[in-house]
């Protein structure tokens, strides 16, 4: 039982003996910082049964408190709030109670099982800033969700088919003369891309030139003959052309391996792998099965729809009247696929930006209609989009910011702020180089991962490596000061030594913020918010600095008080550490 547990308890034990009525529930609160106390309890809802003075009922309750529970040692009384103040002892306690801060805040592997989806690109263009969101909320969520305890899988379904992939393949065997990524010295997702970028070039001249010979803009856009053999293409792969198979494996492979170098950059990974080349067509066999149950209708066209208007929902055609596939049915066949392929999962999360919202509320709700438990269990990480200063950003017209571009001037940023603060000139030049990247990479994940995932974001790479503020550099430099206070202490002092002295308050409210780690991990994952570990973090670290910078570690008063804070600093560094983790940031030793 935790301590608002007692607390609530013994509350409502008083509230009982006191005025002779029952208290349901108890309302707490965090103390506000001009008041002294460490819990606050609201009153005024105990107004409904208790007929008093909110006031005086603060005060029989606090006066209750402080003589029935050992860790409190103090209230104050504010208009109808009751703020209660915990004992050093408790606060001693819960630190000599934790035996290793390295996995403190982590819940032991349970046997629920989620699959988090996430990066999904296209095989027509590099991973852009973009992908970038969409992957490190992903990757974060997997993350906070294994530490909360559940079991995780991580995937994602690459778009390796459709009229976009062959697009780039037309305009490669028009205009590539060969080229490959060795010839060209590119990477194969970035020259993949810049053939793209060469259709639309191209299919925007036909039109220009089709509307100069008389014809409209509209019927110009479906008549240009670049679109009409990249249509032809299409056709020809779903037939199963050999050449045409051929090229598209081709250049998907230069594809993938480049995703798997920008992968690596980041420092995500993958469970498995889906291609929508080899899940399109799944799901047709559940809409048969659907009409069978009444889930679906077929229409006198016979195209087949699931009516969800009892639910606030349109009707959503699954079927085509030809027999073919609409982007749901797939859907419905790939979530139905998976639990096959995983038949642990319990369900599964989407991160997929806020444009999809309605989809995804129609794909779950027909999941549950078709009777599967697990579509209880569905949940959509829905994100806002990136902006950047310079606008937004179109992928056909080559104006995105590509992902390794951005990894590389992050870590650029790094190094110029780095060196103007001269405060690593002792290291190698490769220590420098694997430093800049640390610090740029992890500016870049927490100034994204901060921020709500529902909220747009305005992306400036300068702001996030700022080494003040609530900056993912702010808070690696702390980690890297706590290393060096380490060091110089030589050893972990044993944790008998904390006992015999009063607390200082600065002392106190970093260990307030380390008790609530396991809190915000469970919440997050309970959320899909890697901002609130991301808060959480900056909060335990402003806390820790303030402690740093007023209280003395090593000049300390007596030997008990310097071995605490030096085992202080480790449970904070510790905690960061596995905060960080969680959020897919690495921590250096020194900065």
Known sequence: MNLQDILEKEIQKAVTEIYGVTLESVEFQATRKEFKGDITVV??????????????????????LQDSVEAVSGFNVVKGFLNVVLSDAYYLSFFNGIDDFTSFGKAPQGDFTMMVEYASPNTNKPLHLGHIRNVLLGYSVAEILKAAGRKVYKTQIINDRGIHICKSMLAWKRFGNGETPQSAGLKGDKLVGNYYVKFDQEYKKEIKKLVAEGLSEENAKTEAPSLVAAQEMLRRWEAGDP??????????????????????????????????????????????EGLEKGVFYRKEDGSVWCDLTQDGLDEKIVLRSDGTAVYMTQDIGTAIQRVKDFPDINGMIYTVGNEQDYHFKVLFLILKKLGYEWAANLHHLSYGMVDLPSGKMKSREGTVVDADDLIADMAQTAQEISEELGKIDDFS????????????????????????????????????????GNTGPFIQYTYARIQSILRKAGSLPVPSAINGFALQDKEKEVLKQLQLFPEVIQQAAEQYSPALVANYTYDLVRLYNSFFQNVPIFGADTEAEKEFRIRLSHAVGAVIKTAFEVLGITVPERM
């Open 43 to 64: 009153v005024f809802p105990m107004l409904r049964v208790i007929k008093e003075n909110p006031v005086q009922i603060g005060e029989a309750i606090g006066a209750y």
């Open 243 to 288: 050449e045409t198979i051929a090229l598209w494996k081709m250049m998907n492979g230069w594809v993938y391996e480049g995703f798997d170098a920008t992968y690596n950059a980041i420092g995500v990974d993958f469970d498995s792998y889906y291609y929508e080349s080899d899940t399109y067509l799944l799901g047709k066999d559940v809409i048969a």
């Open 429 to 468: 030049e490769e220590e420098k180089k694997d430093l800049y990247h640390t610090i740029g990479l992890g500016a870049l994940k927490y100034y994204i991962l901060k921020v709500d995932p529902k909220k747009r974001i305005l992306f400036d790479p300068e702001e996030s490596v700022d080494f003040q």
